[in-house]
């Protein structure tokens, strides 16, 4: 015989408590709050690491067109670039990239 919610309903129709998932996202929340500042780069960032659009201009001609230069490639068409111009992170925004993050942590692996 199958054992019945208090209140009298079918033990499928009680309401559980969402408690995992709301956990998670708070953790998520949590972590991009304290880490997500370190990852973004200074704005005249000089080495950063561009990531495309998916559907977008890729990673290569976004660097050209804010007149930078690949250091190395990377992963699912993002690169480490470097340029020059004290809006370099601005141009790269302005020319299609997806997210600019900083690239100091990978300059040295470029060499």
Same mark, same amino acid.
């Given at each position: 015989?199958?054992?019945?919610?208090?209140? /009298?309903?079918?033990?499928?129709?009680?309401?559980?408590?969402?408690?995992?998932?709301?956990?998670?996202?708070?953790?998520?929340?949590?972590?991009?709050?304290?880490?997500?500042?370190?990852?973004?780069?200074?704005?005249?960032?000089?080495?950063?690491?561009?990531?495309?659009?998916?559907? /977008?201009?890729?990673?290569?001609?976004?660097?050209?067109?804010?007149?930078?230069?690949?250091?190395?490639? /990377?992963?699912? /068409?993002?690169?480490?670039?470097?340029?020059?111009?004290?809006?370099?992170?601005?141009?790269?925004?302005?020319?299609?990239?997806?997210?600019?993050?900083?690239?100091?942590?990978?300059?040295?692996?470029?060499?």
């Amino acid at each position: 015989m199958q054992k019945s919610h208090p209140s /009298g309903a079918p033990p499928c129709a009680v309401a559980r408590p969402r408690v995992k998932p709301l956990l998670a996202l708070n953790l998520c929340l949590m972590g991009l709050a304290l880490f997500g500042p370190a990852l973004l780069p200074a704005p005249n960032a000089r080495s950063v690491i561009v990531i495309p659009r998916p559907f /977008g201009p890729d990673a290569a001609t976004i660097v050209a067109q804010a007149q930078g230069f690949i250091l190395r490639t /990377g992963m699912a /068409g993002a690169l480490l670039a470097r340029g020059d111009a004290p809006d370099f992170v601005l141009r790269l925004y302005a020319n299609g990239a997806l997210m600019v993050l900083d690239g100091k942590a990978l300059e040295g692996c470029a060499s």
